[in-house]
């Protein structure tokens, strides 16, 4: 564990997100978990989360959203009233449905471990996160390839495919 950084159980880490949140307030924390790659990394990638809109939700946003007992962090793939699909980038095969009543708030913004920060609203974002959906079924042969390629990121820098580097 990072110098400076503690573990806390996730039922409390979010009780607090989510007040944060509530009270109008943005919550920068560190990605866990794989199913969001390439997009974003497990343990690298921070992500910035905010207070949202139900009118501002648009396919393709990243949410934070509860499910029965867990946080999780996918992308709206569609939404219907106040019912929304929701799947990780990495995953091909599952998706979870939820309500708006369950929606902490929506990633506004992507940080690199090298510093380099991305909005979601920008077109590099929303541009590789439609061409990498777009992909459907073909993304797991994808990200497999990728993989192996040494690829563990799209956009690492300057909206460029990030390499792996060896110290």
């Not at 541009?127 to 073909?138: A, P, Y």
């Not at 799209?154 to 460029?160: A, K, L, T, V, Y």
């Amino acid at each position: 564990m990072e110098m400076g950084m503690k573990r806390i159980a996730n039922e409390c880490f979010f009780a607090w997100v989510e007040s944060e949140i509530k009270s109008g307030r943005s919550v920068k924390f560190r990605v866990k978990g794989n199913s969001m790659m390439p997009l974003l990394r497990n343990g690298k990638d921070e992500v910035v989360v905010g207070p949202y809109d139900k009118e501002e939700l648009k396919l393709f946003d990243v949410i934070l959203f509860r499910q029965t007992d867990r946080y999780v962090l996918h992308r709206i793939i569609q939404k219907r009233d106040s019912r929304y699909l929701m799947q990780g980038d990495g995953v091909c095969r599952f998706y979870e449905e939820c309500e708006d009543t369950d929606i902490i708030g929506v990633v506004r913004k992507v940080c690199r471990p090298s510093g380099k920060k991305i909005e979601t609203d920008s077109m590099c974002w929303r541009l590789g996160s439609r061409l990498w959906l777009g992909l459907g079924g073909c993304r797991g042969m994808v990200l497999r390839v990728l993989n192996r390629l040494g690829v563990v990121s799209f956009f690492d820098e300057s909206c460029q495919l990030g390499r792996k580097y060896y110290s």
